[in-house]
Protein backbone atom coordinates (compact mmCIF):
# COMPACT_ATOMS: atom_id res chain seq x y z
CA UNK A 1 0.00 0.00 0.00
CA UNK A 2 1.33 3.44 -0.56
CA UNK A 3 -0.24 6.72 0.51
CA UNK A 4 0.61 10.00 -1.10
CA UNK A 5 0.00 13.60 0.31
CA UNK A 6 -0.03 16.67 -1.59
CA UNK A 7 0.51 20.40 -0.11
CA UNK A 8 1.53 23.72 -2.14
CA UNK A 9 -1.64 24.76 -3.27
CA UNK A 10 -2.64 28.12 -3.02
CA UNK A 11 -3.75 31.91 -4.03
CA UNK A 12 -1.55 33.16 -6.94
CA UNK A 13 -1.69 35.74 -9.44
CA UNK A 14 -2.11 35.00 -13.35
CA UNK A 15 1.73 34.97 -14.42
CA UNK A 16 2.62 34.05 -10.76
CA UNK A 17 4.59 30.04 -9.63
CA UNK A 18 3.04 27.54 -7.50
CA UNK A 19 5.55 24.53 -6.67
CA UNK A 20 3.30 21.58 -5.92
CA UNK A 21 4.45 18.91 -3.73
CA UNK A 22 3.81 14.99 -3.38
CA UNK A 23 4.83 12.83 -0.33
CA UNK A 24 4.93 9.20 -0.61
CA UNK A 25 5.00 6.45 2.22
CA UNK A 26 4.28 3.27 2.74
CA UNK A 27 6.03 0.19 0.83
CA UNK A 28 9.26 1.31 -1.45
CA UNK A 29 8.15 3.03 -4.49
CA UNK A 30 11.14 2.89 -6.78
CA UNK A 31 9.47 0.97 -9.23
CA UNK A 32 6.48 3.57 -9.41
CA UNK A 33 5.08 6.22 -11.21
CA UNK A 34 3.61 9.37 -10.15
CA UNK A 35 1.36 11.45 -11.66
CA UNK A 36 -0.47 15.05 -11.37
CA UNK A 37 -4.49 15.71 -12.43
CA UNK A 38 -6.32 18.32 -11.80
CA UNK A 39 -10.03 18.70 -11.69
CA UNK A 40 -12.51 21.55 -12.08
CA UNK A 41 -16.04 21.04 -10.81
CA UNK A 42 -18.24 18.98 -13.27
CA UNK A 43 -15.30 18.12 -15.46
CA UNK A 44 -13.30 14.80 -15.49
CA UNK A 45 -9.79 14.66 -14.45
CA UNK A 46 -7.35 16.14 -16.43
CA UNK A 47 -3.21 14.62 -16.64
CA UNK A 48 -1.02 17.25 -16.22
CA UNK A 49 2.22 15.49 -15.98
CA UNK A 50 3.63 11.82 -15.11
CA UNK A 51 7.27 10.73 -14.02
CA UNK A 52 8.92 7.41 -13.36
CA UNK A 53 10.54 7.24 -9.73
CA UNK A 54 13.66 5.23 -10.92
CA UNK A 55 14.37 6.74 -14.07
CA UNK A 56 14.70 10.04 -15.56
CA UNK A 57 11.52 9.75 -18.33
CA UNK A 58 8.93 12.50 -17.92
CA UNK A 59 5.62 12.87 -19.80
CA UNK A 60 3.72 16.56 -19.96
CA UNK A 61 -0.45 17.23 -21.04
CA UNK A 62 0.32 19.89 -24.20
CA UNK A 63 -1.57 22.39 -22.34
CA UNK A 64 0.75 22.46 -19.57
CA UNK A 65 4.34 21.65 -21.81
CA UNK A 66 6.73 24.33 -21.28
CA UNK A 67 5.16 25.78 -18.23
CA UNK A 68 5.90 23.23 -16.03
CA UNK A 69 8.64 21.10 -14.65
CA UNK A 70 7.64 17.59 -12.90
CA UNK A 71 11.07 16.78 -10.68
CA UNK A 72 11.42 13.86 -7.98
CA UNK A 73 13.56 13.59 -4.88
CA UNK A 74 14.29 10.08 -4.01
CA UNK A 75 15.54 10.70 -0.50
CA UNK A 76 12.41 12.68 0.55
CA UNK A 77 10.32 9.99 -1.29
CA UNK A 78 8.54 13.43 -2.64
CA UNK A 79 7.45 14.84 -6.35
CA UNK A 80 7.43 18.22 -7.28
CA UNK A 81 5.50 19.88 -9.78
CA UNK A 82 6.81 23.25 -10.08
CA UNK A 83 4.38 25.49 -12.23
CA UNK A 84 4.89 28.88 -13.87
CA UNK A 85 2.95 31.23 -16.15
CA UNK A 86 -0.06 30.10 -14.31
CA UNK A 87 -3.12 31.18 -16.11
CA UNK A 88 -7.05 31.55 -14.36
CA UNK A 89 -7.84 28.52 -16.40
CA UNK A 90 -5.20 26.41 -14.59
CA UNK A 91 -7.27 26.90 -11.25
CA UNK A 92 -8.80 23.55 -10.05
CA UNK A 93 -7.69 20.41 -7.26
CA UNK A 94 -4.75 19.55 -8.27
CA UNK A 95 -4.52 15.40 -7.11
CA UNK A 96 -0.90 13.26 -6.80
CA UNK A 97 -1.03 9.43 -7.70
CA UNK A 98 0.66 6.61 -8.16
CA UNK A 99 1.33 3.17 -9.45
CA UNK A 100 3.37 0.56 -10.32
CA UNK A 101 5.46 0.16 -13.15
CA UNK A 102 7.15 2.15 -16.06
CA UNK A 103 4.91 3.32 -18.82
CA UNK A 104 3.85 6.70 -17.83
CA UNK A 105 0.08 6.42 -18.10
CA UNK A 106 -2.56 10.19 -18.89
CA UNK A 107 -5.59 7.94 -18.10
CA UNK A 108 -6.36 8.47 -14.32
CA UNK A 109 -7.97 5.31 -13.81
CA UNK A 110 -4.89 3.34 -14.10
CA UNK A 111 -3.34 4.86 -11.29
CA UNK A 112 -4.36 2.86 -7.79
CA UNK A 113 -3.51 5.46 -4.98
CA UNK A 114 -4.73 9.28 -4.70
CA UNK A 115 -4.17 11.81 -2.62
CA UNK A 116 -6.64 14.15 -1.16
CA UNK A 117 -5.65 17.13 -3.71
CA UNK A 118 -4.93 20.44 -3.33
CA UNK A 119 -6.23 23.41 -4.49
CA UNK A 120 -4.89 26.09 -6.87
CA UNK A 121 -6.38 29.44 -7.44
CA UNK A 122 -4.79 31.77 -10.25
CA UNK A 123 -6.52 35.06 -10.07
CA UNK A 124 -6.88 37.19 -13.26
Known amino acids: QVQVVESGGGLVQAGGSLRLSCAASGRSVSNYIVGWFRQTPGKELEFVAA????????RYADSMKGRCTISRDNAKNTVYLQMNGLKPEDTAVYYC?????????????????WGQGTQVTVSS
Open 97 to 113: AARGGSTLYEEADEYDY
Open 51 to 58: IRWNAPYS
